[in-house]
């Protein structure tokens, strides 16, 4: 058959979909890009929050269309499966199966049933979505934290660790493939092992992945920030390809409402943390995320968020607005702060974080930096890339250079930095 795929949400969604990529190609099916040409369409959807779910339900009513032409089947997975199976199975009669997250494990049987062809499965068979010389990997699934305003537990369930033996199996096929960006993910990487080993195994699964030959880059999200151990930033300092790019999540720093949003740790605690990375690294990446707006957030409350940013200068930050989801806990809390209020502070917080961005990006400039070269503008000898400090999917700033020799795509090179704006820098290679 000609199948047709869409994935939507985060990068850990987006590994369930090139494993079902892979499950289909296996089965020597094809997947195409245009659903004019698809007998059958798989969603694979999200439903963290409202956008996300308004935007899972917008892609299945553009892709029911379809339906009309050559589309046999329409398929939902994902997220928004797990979570609203009953209302899609009685509003949008165009689905012709919804494949819940809590059925993923007989996914093949389940695909099979609803495209009356045979299937099977082998759990290392993906087909990369990315580009061919960078690639996510799950080291977990699930989340045990239940923070009040996250549906994360109720859709994906507890914290689910996979063993090292796996991840390393699958980060050696993923290598072999020529994977040189390698990132771990999981919605708390800093509690992976607890559940299936007992203990906090992320620095054990760091030194393993570490001795894997043709990665160059390792990076790790995210990082919970009470449960940084010491041994853990041991082993990144202590390896030869784990980047020292700290995602840390923080959410607030007022502590009532980090107690209120059931954030283990304080903003004192935070300090500490971010006082022994960066006195551990010569150039750590501090990146964090934070959302305005929570119930019960008073004005006093986010002049204190202000004044964290402004001493702590996170590197890379990103901010939301509370999204109120319902069956948390959050969503039952009176006090409910207005949009427009809000609204005005996320635009206040990221004007400060912009002038920050600015000026750690200006004391860069004179710097020679690895860069891993991602795109050619046109004709023109000038490059896009990433430095070490820049996660993928445009979720931090780029690196653009100039070089007067022809640079293959998925190859690192040295960048000396000549100007700098708010997210991006600009460079010369110095090699190619």
């Not at 012709?96 to 809590?102: E, F, G, S, T």
């Not at 990315?130 to 507890?158: F, M, V």
């Not at 070490?388 to 931090?396: F, H, I, Q």
């Not at 998925?410 to 700098?420: H, N, P």
Request: contains cysteine.
């Amino acid at each position: 058959m000609k199948i047709g795929f869409v994935s939507l949400g985060c990068s850990k969604n987006l590994v369930d979909s090139e494993q079902i990529m892979g499950m289909i190609k296996r089965n020597h099916h094809e997947i195409v890009g245009n659903p004019n040409q698809a007998q059958a369409i798989i969603i694979n959807t999200c439903g963290f929050i409202t956008s996300a779910k308004e935007e899972s339900i917008a892609t299945i009513f553009e892709m029911a269309k379809y339906k009309e032409k050559n589309c046999e089947k329409l398929i939902v997975c994902g997220c928004l499966a797990q979570r609203y199976q009953k209302e899609l199975e009685e509003e949008i009669p165009e689905i012709d199966a919804i494949i819940p997250i809590r059925d993923y494990n007989q996914f093949a049987m389940r695909l099979e049933e609803a495209l009356n062809c045979s299937m099977s499965y082998h759990k290392f068979e993906r087909v990369l979505s990315t580009q061919p010389w960078r690639a996510y990997l799950k080291i977990s699934d699930g989340c045990s934290n239940h923070c009040t305003y996250c549906a994360i537990p109720l859709i994906r369930g507890e914290q689910k660790s996979r063993m090292i033996e796996d991840i390393v199996q699958e980060a050696k096929q993923l290598a072999s493939y020529g994977v040189k960006e390698l990132t771990l993910i999981a919605q708390d990487t800093t509690k992976y092992g607890l559940d299936n080993y007992g203990k906090l195994m992320l620095a054990d699964l760091i030194r393993a992945v570490d001795q894997i030959e043709g990665l160059h880059w390792i990076r790790i999200l995210y990082m919970y920030p009470d449960e940084i151990e010491d041994d853990v930033l041991v082993a990144i300092k202590e390896s030869q390809k784990v980047l020292p790019y700290f995602d840390i999540p923080m959410q607030h720093a007022n502590n009532r409402l980090l107690k209120a949003m059931n954030r283990r740790g304080t903003k004192e605690h935070a300090y500490e943390i971010l006082s022994k990375i960066q006195s551990m690294f010569e150039q750590p990446t501090l990146r964090s995320t934070f959302i305005v707006g929570f119930p019960g957030e008073k004005e006093e409350d986010f002049n204190e968020l202000m004044e964290f940013i402004k001493h702590s200068k996170w590197d890379r930050m990103g901010a939301f607005t509370y999204s109120k989801e319902e069956d948390t806990p959050a969503y039952q809390m009176t006090e409910e702060v207005d949009e427009d209020v809000a609204q005005d502070r996320l635009s206040r917080l990221m004007e400060l974080q912009k002038s920050i961005s600015y000026q750690k990006n200006k004391e860069k400039i004179g710097q020679v930096i690895e860069v891993l070269v991602e795109e050619k503008e046109g004709l023109k000898n000038s490059y896009r890339g990433r430095s070490a400090a820049d996660a993928p999917d445009e979720v931090d700033g780029q690196v653009i250079f100039t070089s007067d020799q022809d640079i293959a795509l998925g190859s690192f090179v040295q960048v000396r930095i000549e100007d700098a704006g708010v997210y991006d820098l600009y460079g010369i290679c110095l090699e190619s």
